[in-house]
T-cell receptor
Framework: DAKTTQPNSMESNEEEPVHLPCNHS???????IHWYRQLPSQGPEYVIH???SNVNNRMASLAIAEDRKSSTLILHRATLRDAAVYYC??????????FGPGTRLSVLP | DTAVSQTPKYLVTQMGNDKSIKCEQN?????MYWYKQDSKKFLKIMFS???????INETVPNRFSPKSPDKAHLNLHINSLELGDSAVYFC??????????FGPGTRLTVT
């Protein structure tokens, strides 16, 4: 399975943008990049996913490097509710998700 | 309207007992999963079912047996519980391969 590397933790101030990086230098051409997050005492929830092009949805944006060896999840205005562990996952259609340790995001008021 | 529900939320039991965790989804999804999150917070897939058929069975002791009576339910039965089984167990379901919906989790404590 292709592996991802994320910082253990990050901090952000409320209402400021947050850029969460993920490195995946061994990504294969058919691997999708997925982001999930897990709020305290809850199950993970889907955030966004992409293959080659940048993606936007109501929750976040995903910026994918041209060589696809890294990506960045962008939260445009962090709120206290965005404090969670964010997981960057590579997945090829039909394979199981492999969750790493993720990045623990703290949002300061 | 709970999309993926699990019962019970908490389960405390003694070593050697047999217990079950139930999962139901009302999203009409074809695929359901069981994950285990240990004390270090690592989340690992255990099983995946598609249309009531087992499609993923990671390296899990055979004391763990999933059962899918229909597409909306995937229950997890655990025999001869051990201390190391203490964890939070999450059920999930999906229609597409990229978006899984997770339940709230069942915290299992084996004493």
């Amino acid at each position: 399975d292709a592996k991802t590397t994320q910082p253990n933790s990050m901090e952000s101030n409320e209402e400021e943008p947050v850029h969460l990086p993920c490195n995946h230098s061994t990504i294969s051409g058919t691997d999708y990049i997925h982001w999930y997050r897990q709020l305290p005492s809850q199950g993970p929830e889907y955030v966004i996913h992409g293959l080659t092009s940048n993606v936007n949805n109501r929750m976040a944006s995903l910026a994918i490097a041209e060589d696809r060896k890294s990506s960045t999840l962008i939260l445009h205005r962090a709120t206290l509710r965005d404090a969670a562990v964010y997981y960057c996952i590579l997945n090829n259609y039909g394979q199981n998700f492999v969750f790493g340790p993720g990045t623990r995001l703290s949002v300061l008021p | 309207d709970t999309a993926v529900s699990q019962t019970p939320k908490y389960l405390v039991t003694q070593m050697g007992n047999d217990k079950s965790i139930k999962c139901e989804q009302n999203l009409g999804h074809d695929t359901m999963y069981w994950y285990k999150q240990d004390s270090k917070k690592f989340l690992k897939i255990m099983f995946s079912y598609n249309n009531k058929e087992l499609i993923i069975n990671e390296t899990v002791p055979n004391r763990f047996s999933p059962k899918s009576p229909d597409k909306a339910h995937l229950n997890l039965h655990i025999n001869s519980l051990e201390l190391g089984d203490s964890a939070v167990y999450f059920c999930a379901s999906s229609h597409s391969f990229y978006e899984q919906y997770f339940g709230p989790g069942t915290r299992l404590t084996v004493t």
